[in-house]
């Protein structure tokens, strides 16, 4: 089969679909800064409870995991994932739920062979890679500082 570029430029431009990036973009901007609003506000509410600044910063922490957590379990947060796209990707609430989603899908295998082996399928590669270049780079500075 001998197909010219032109051709196969036009098959593939009628195939494709247009995207909405704009739409997308509007409601991932909108979504995810909701967070982040969110995230003010339980920061704000907590030190107006009384906690200082960085206990404020750490229960609002708490509370994003958790309710990221309560909605991946019941469902929600795919739900909002789905017309957020990039939006639920803020780090926090995005990366409890992807510590908790495959953990929910394969708890009927078990606590050891479901939970306990699939909770960091996703998120495992980013806590490895992390912990590895927060030793590398510290590594290297120890190693700067003595010489």
Do not use: R
């Not at 379990?73 to 780090?91: N, Q, S």
């Not at 495959?102 to 495992?124: D, R």
Request: proline fraction near 2%.
């Amino acid at each position: 089969m001998d197909i010219s570029k032109e051709s196969y430029s036009q098959m593939v431009k009628s195939a494709s679909k247009n995207s909405a990036w704009a739409k997308n973009l509007v409601k991932a901007f909108v979504i995810g800064g909701g967070i982040c609003v969110i995230g003010e506000c339980l920061t704000n509410f907590y030190t107006y409870l009384g906690a200082d600044q960085k206990a404020s910063s750490t229960w609002c922490s708490i509370t994003l995991i958790a309710c990221s957590i309560i909605l991946t379990a019941f469902g929600l947060y795919e739900k909002i994932a789905k017309h957020a796209g990039a939006g639920t990707l803020v780090p926090i609430t995005g990366f409890a739920n992807s510590v908790a989603a495959p953990a929910i899908e394969f708890k009927t295998e078990g606590y050891v062979l479901g939970v306990g082996a699939k909770i960091f399928s996703i998120a495992g590669p980013v806590i490895l890679y992390g912990t590895a270049a927060g030793f590398l780079y510290g590594l290297i500075y120890w190693m700067l500082l003595k010489f």
